[in-house]
């Protein structure tokens, strides 16, 4: 590995400005709904998602995750401004994750779209079923299908 | 492609230089071309795997760009390296067609000696063409080539480029082959390799060694046969000469024989030459223990043929 060009380091130099500049902007939304991230609340999720990626094994070439999730999430009423940051780090975390656990079978959006509804629907509002059940369940039926007069947990799905 | 065995490495030195940042931007916009053309909408990000797949792929028809059109390496990365790609791959898919041709006439031309191995390979090729990706996935050999060549390829070298000298080197090997009876070959085999249809092994070296061994001597190279005189008389040659020596002798030796086959192509020359080149520390160290029977090989007459000589 010596030899080769270190992409993630390419990609640390190159992609934060940007990144940071959207999710800025985001803020003109979540606002409305009395969310707000400071500048070091942007930081630590950027910090988090280099690590999740770094950790899991992904590269990210777009902006990263966070604006999506953040236009998704912020009407949520299970959100606060006191939970908001802390959310939306294990979200995106989640994500990477159960992106490379799905075998790349799911695009961004169908599984941002699935942690929506989940979260709002059977999860109610919790993270630990949403990240540790259901989207556990969802990789598990991208891999291997599922017996559909069986799973139980089919509504999360569809 | 010469300059693409040292691609990644070299690209990694040209970043180290004054104008790294420059590089550095160019290469990582590329690859965020690239991986949106390969993600499309679906997704923003991708397994470092496969990035550093992407990244080779590039990398790959870069060089190739700058070896077909004979442009410096830190000239390459100054000009609109998406034009560079695409003028690479356009360079593909012509080799593409071009390698896709040769092995149909490779295939055309195959020897008629039974060797799974051999006949495997050559089937599996036809998959390359098949599967092999110019846009993502250029420097990748999509199927499996297990028959050994006389003359192995290096590893360094990938993609299409490999499959084209693969087929470049069989067909120089099937052409050599083709200089002799092919009974003769057979019988070459069986008095050495006796299960050679099932065995992993070239079907050119063991013909090319004992034709260099006939030509040392200067004997009819085309009865591929070499008796237990002969291989004295190579003994009581070479026992005096230096390593220095053995080398010039045998490649002197492929002269000579390349003569009395007809052999003229200077590429086919050169191929035989560089495939004996691990023959002479074999030779050197057969002569001073005085056997050269597991070198030179004597035919078998054909009545003493059977499983009972192997046992």
């Known amino acids: 590995m010596e030899d080769r060009i270190d992409i993630v380091r390419m990609y640390n130099q190159l992609q934060f400005q ?13 606002s409305q709904f009395g969310l707000v ?36 999430f912020c009407d949520s009423p299970y959100l606060d401004q006191d939970n908001y940051v802390n959310t939306l780090v294990q979200l995106q975390e989640a994500f990477y994750y159960y992106k ?18 989940t979260f709002h629907g059977r999860a109610q509002g919790s993270l630990e079923y949403l990240i540790e059940t259901s989207l556990a369940d969802l990789c598990r039926y991208a891999r291997c299908g599922s017996e559909e007069d069986k799973d139980e947990k089919e509504g999360d799905f569809f | 492609m010469k300059q693409y065995e040292n691609a990644i490495s070299v690209s990694k030195e040209y970043t180290d230089a004054s104008n790294q940042q420059i590089v550095m931007e160019k290469l990582w916009d590329l690859l965020k071309w690239q991986v949106r053309k390969y993600n499309g909408i ?58 896709r041709e040769n092995r149909k006439l490779m295939c055309l031309k195959a020897l008629k000696i039974r060797n799974v191995y051999y006949y495997e390979t050559l089937k599996n090729i036809g998959q390359f063409f098949k599967k092999y990706d110019i846009y993502s996935a250029a420097h990748q050999i999509p199927c499996s080539i297990e028959y050994p060549l006389c003359y192995p390829i290096s590893e360094k070298i990938k993609g299409i480029t ?10 120089i090997e099937n052409d050599f082959l083709e200089c002799f009876d092919q009974k003769q070959i057979i019988r070459l085999y069986e008095s050495s390799i006796p299960d050679y249809e099932e065995m992993l092994f070239n079907l050119c070296d063991p013909v090319l060694t004992n034709v260099i061994g006939l030509a040392m001597i200067r004997q009819e190279v085309r009865t591929l046969n070499i008796t237990e005189e002969q291989r004295n008389t190579i003994i009581s040659t070479g026992c005096n000469k230096t390593a220095e020596e053995i080398e010039s002798w045998i490649k002197d030796s492929i002269s000579f024989a390349c003569v009395i086959l007809n052999i003229q192509a200077t590429d086919e020359i050169a191929y035989l030459r560089n495939a004996s080149r691990g023959l002479s520390i074999r030779l050197r160290e057969a002569i001073k223990q005085e056997d050269l029977s597991h070198i030179f090989i004597s035919l078998l007459p054909n009545e003493r043929i059977s499983p009972a000589d192997f046992i």
């Not at chain 2, 034009?83 to 360079?91: A, K, M």
């Not at chain 2, 490999?162 to 067909?171: A, G, N, P």
């Open chain 1, 37 to 72: 991230l400071t500048e070091n609340d942007i930081n630590e999720l950027i910090g988090s998602r280099v690590l999740a990626c770094k950790n899991i094994g992904r590269i990210e070439f777009g902006n990263g995750i966070l604006p999506q999730m953040i236009y998704a």
């Open chain 1, 18 to 30: 940007s990144e940071k500049e959207e999710i800025r902007a985001c803020n003109d939304v979540a």
């Open chain 1, 100 to 117: 490379s656990e799905a075998e790349e079978r799911f695009t961004d959006e169908e599984i941002v779209d699935f942690m929506v509804r």
């Open chain 2, 162 to 171: 490999y499959i084209e000298e693969y087929i470049c080197r069989i067909q």
């Open chain 2, 42 to 99: 679906d997704s923003t990000s991708l397994p470092i795997e496969k990035v550093q797949s992407l990244l080779e792929s590039l990398l790959y028809t870069i060089y190739l760009v700058a070896d077909i059109d004979n442009i410096p390496i830190d000239l390459i990365f100054q000009k609109n390296l998406q034009d560079v790609i695409r003028r690479g791959q356009t360079i593909l898919e012509e080799k593409h067609k071009a390698a």
